[in-house]
């Protein structure tokens, strides 16, 4: 099993920055993929970024490509997101989420495809 505890969700202007931070215990992250969701009132949860295991391969949903970024550290069992220019519309819970099975590049953009969540962390956004 695997536990997961986001943190650095806050309140921040439009144009700001936060660092979420996504930590594991239970087992070393070293095995898993790791992915960023968010979910907005309303809405269904929706992808925003992952991770390989080693880190060197990334993707971004495209709301956040070019103002994220997505790295993990593998000796601290933690993984974070780097959200820049932070616009209204990012308000959201953004969990973290994991998975230990291979799965194709558009699977692992889908809820399904992992096994463990954190409880969220809320971002808000003002204009």
């Known amino acids: 099993q695997v536990q997961l505890v986001e943190s650095g969700g806050g309140l921040v202007q439009a144009g700001g920055s936060l660092r979420l931070s996504c930590a594991a215990s239970?087992?070393?992250?070293?095995?898993?993929?790791m992915g960023w969701f968010r979910q907005a009132p309303g809405k269904e949860r929706e992808f925003v970024a992952r991770?390989?295991?080693?880190?060197?391969?990334?993707y971004y949903a495209d709301s956040v490509k070019g103002r994220s970024t997505i790295s993990r550290d593998n000796a601290k069992n933690t993984v974070y997101l780097q959200l820049n220019s932070l616009k209204p519309e990012d308000t959201a819970v953004y969990y973290c989420?994991?998975?230990?099975?291979?799965?194709?590049?558009?699977?692992?953009?889908?809820?399904?495809?992992?096994?463990?969540w954190g409880q969220g962390t809320q971002v808000t956004v003002s204009s």
């Open positions: 991770i390989s295991w080693g880190g060197s391969i990334t």
């Open positions: 989420a994991a998975t230990d099975r291979p799965q194709s590049v558009i699977v692992l953009r889908t809820t399904t495809a992992y096994d463990y």
């Open positions: 239970g087992r070393t992250l070293t095995n898993y993929i």
